[in-house]
């Protein structure tokens, strides 16, 4: 598929945080999302300010870091604003209607108080996005359906990813934007449809790790594939070297996405 570029597909939601998403892709010259899987608030504001200016989204698993606090959060937030990005929780929420909703607002990490996107499985059924809409949707925030994943022997393909992108068409696009994904699973969009996918599973160096995840490169994801953002989490972060090697490397991804990019843009 060749899509519009990011700038032109602006016009095609409704949806706060999709429209910022896109217009700071455009803006920042980036599809480059960084996955900032470590395990202190101290480290974590650490990659963000290396990162800021190389992505368009910031992606948080909150609970993985030992003294989260709100003032964490709201340092996040504040950062997002001055470095131009997206925060994305992926928080991969799982449960029935009513009890997402109350763990996307409430206990210790009060996620819609903070972060522009979240993710949700769609095997509970329909009722896990009305849930999470009830809260998310009134502040603005967005979601995005798990329709695949890049781990080895995931059971998210064939029905149960086609089953995913009906479940997404059908709540429409007041809150799902779009889906994570390892590749276009919008088969055949209606006129003026727009869906953002974005893949994890992205590294330059390594193929995988020995807990099942698969890599493919920037190129893959998104001339190959189609996708629209890449997540790159270790590849980053992970890096020897230091503060500086970090940024370069958030860099080095950023010129190899919008690359990927432009490639695609630009195809016959
Ligand atoms: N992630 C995947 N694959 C999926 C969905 N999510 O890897 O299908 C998430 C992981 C991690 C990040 O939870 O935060 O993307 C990938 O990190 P990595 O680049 O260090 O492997």
Same mark, same amino acid.
Not at 49 to 69: A, N, P, Q, Y
Not at 159 to 177: L, N, P, W
């Given at each position: 598929t060749t899509l519009k570029p990011y700038a032109e597909r602006i016009e095609l939601h409704t949806n706060p945080t999709a429209r910022r998403i896109l217009e700071i892709m455009d803006r920042k010259k980036t599809n480059l999302a960084v996955s900032v899987d470590v395990t202190t608030t101290k480290e974590a504001l650490e990659v963000v300010r290396r990162v800021g200016e190389s992505v368009c989204l910031v992606k948080t698993h909150c609970d993985i870091i030992e003294d989260f606090t709100l003032d964490f959060a709201n340092e996040l937030v504040k950062l997002s604003k001055e470095l131009d990005f997206v925060i994305f929780e992926d928080r991969k929420f799982a449960d029935i209607g009513n009890t997402v909703s109350l763990q996307y607002s409430s206990g210790h990490h009060r996620i819609s108080s903070w972060s522009d996107l979240t993710n949700a499985h769609p095997v509970p059924g329909p009722g896990i996005i009305t849930g999470l809409s009830q809260v998310g949707k009134p502040l603005g925030r967005a979601l995005l359906l798990l329709a695949e994943m890049s781990s080895k022997g995931s059971l998210a393909t064939g029905s149960y990813t086609e089953q995913t992108y009906k479940m997404a068409k059908d709540a429409g696009r007041d809150f799902v934007i779009g889906f994570i994904a390892q590749g276009r699973v919008d088969t055949n969009p209606e006129k003026g449809e727009d869906w953002i996918i974005m893949s994890p599973g992205v590294g330059l160096v390594s193929k995988? &790790?020995?807990?099942?995840?698969?890599?493919?490169?920037?190129?893959?994801?998104?001339?190959?594939?189609?996708? &629209?953002?890449?997540? !790159?989490?270790?590849?980053?972060?992970?890096?020897?070297?230091?503060?500086?090697? !970090?940024?370069?490397?958030?860099?080095?991804?950023?010129?190899?996405?919008?690359k990927a990019y432009e490639e695609r843009l630009a195809r016959k």
């Amino acid at each position: 598929t060749t899509l519009k570029p990011y700038a032109e597909r602006i016009e095609l939601h409704t949806n706060p945080t999709a429209r910022r998403i896109l217009e700071i892709m455009d803006r920042k010259k980036t599809n480059l999302a960084v996955s900032v899987d470590v395990t202190t608030t101290k480290e974590a504001l650490e990659v963000v300010r290396r990162v800021g200016e190389s992505v368009c989204l910031v992606k948080t698993h909150c609970d993985i870091i030992e003294d989260f606090t709100l003032d964490f959060a709201n340092e996040l937030v504040k950062l997002s604003k001055e470095l131009d990005f997206v925060i994305f929780e992926d928080r991969k929420f799982a449960d029935i209607g009513n009890t997402v909703s109350l763990q996307y607002s409430s206990g210790h990490h009060r996620i819609s108080s903070w972060s522009d996107l979240t993710n949700a499985h769609p095997v509970p059924g329909p009722g896990i996005i009305t849930g999470l809409s009830q809260v998310g949707k009134p502040l603005g925030r967005a979601l995005l359906l798990l329709a695949e994943m890049s781990s080895k022997g995931s059971l998210a393909t064939g029905s149960y990813t086609e089953q995913t992108y009906k479940m997404a068409k059908d709540a429409g696009r007041d809150f799902v934007i779009g889906f994570i994904a390892q590749g276009r699973v919008d088969t055949n969009p209606e006129k003026g449809e727009d869906w953002i996918i974005m893949s994890p599973g992205v590294g330059l160096v390594s193929k995988g &790790d020995k807990l099942g995840q698969q890599y493919r490169t920037p190129r893959e994801v998104v001339y190959d594939a189609g996708a &629209d953002v890449i997540i !790159v989490g270790r590849g980053i972060y992970g890096i020897q070297g230091g503060e500086k090697a !970090v940024k370069d490397e958030a860099e080095r991804y950023r010129q190899e996405g919008w690359k990927a990019y432009e490639e695609r843009l630009a195809r016959k």
